[in-house]
């Protein structure tokens, strides 16, 4: 099986290899790419890589419990990701579209308020910052993003 | 009395200036008795928030969850991946 976290680039089509099947006549991808806000010309991940891949292996239990007849896979990239680079790679594949769906979706929803993983942006002129989905004014009078 | 060892990660590992932390903490300490022992031992981490998300064995719980010998306590920055 392949890995759920890596440092390579991610391969949708060996994501595609791991979930289909002829019983299963749907199938959906998402990828998350680094998007290029302001002067932002990367991103490093990193991870608290043992609960990382124990929540994803959590998540993609529930996943395959809640629909029975789906198959799902993930990677997730960690390290510097360029500009336009998937930092992450789900594919859900069903024997319906619906299941499929919904299957990618609350993967991808379930890896945002779970998975320990931090970005941290580059910057053109060689700053770097903490990106903080919370936006919350944090200690040390810098704030994140 | 129970060992635990506190992790640091991301953001809170530069304003903590480490990445551990082995603590000897009383028997039935939580997780909220163990965060105030990081900040007497570490006095950069009394920057870190009041509550920050915390893991304990690699499942996120709150700061009343109990303690245990051998455990991982974790605190986690705000979570940003995807």
Redesign the interface.
């Known amino acids: 099986m392949m890995d759920y976290l890596t440092r390579n680039p991610i391969s949708v089509e060996s994501l595609l290899r791991e979930v289909q099947s002829p019983e299963r006549g749907g199938t959906c991808i998402f990828l998350?790419t680094v998007r290029g806000n302001d002067d932002v010309t990367g991103i490093d991940?990193?991870?608290?890589d043992?609960?990382?891949l124990?929540?994803i292996t959590r998540i993609l239990d529930e996943a395959h419990q809640r629909w029975t007849g789906a198959r799902v896979m993930l990677q997730?990239r960690l390290g510097l990701v360029s500009l336009g680079e998937a930092?992450?790679g789900i594919a859900a594949a069903a024997p319906h579209r619906d299941e499929a769906f919904a299957a990618c979706r609350y993967v991808?929803e379930e890896?945002?308020?779970?998975?320990?993983?931090?970005?941290?942006e580059l910057h053109a002129d060689g700053t770097t910052t903490?990106?903080?989905?919370?936006g919350?004014q944090?200690?040390?009078g810098l704030r994140?993003r | 009395m129970p060992n635990v060892t506190v992790?640091f990660?991301?953001?809170y590992a530069e304003?903590a200036g480490r990445e551990s932390l082995a603590l000897v903490v009383p028997p039935a300490a939580t997780v909220a008795d163990v965060l105030a022992r990081v900040r007497q031992e570490i006095p950069d981490a009394a920057?870190?928030?009041d509550r920050p998300l915390t893991?304990l064995n690699?499942?996120?719980v709150k700061l009343d969850a109990r303690v245990q010998d051998g455990d991982e306590l974790?605190l986690?920055?705000?979570?940003?991946?995807?």
């Open positions: 998350g991940y990193s991870a608290y043992a609960m990382a124990a929540e997730h930092s992450i991808i890896v945002k308020t779970r998975l320990p993983v931090w970005k941290k903490w990106v903080d989905p919370t919350k944090v200690a040390g994140d | 992790r990660f991301a953001r304003l920057v870190l928030p893991a690699l499942r996120q974790a986690l920055p705000p979570l940003s991946g995807g």
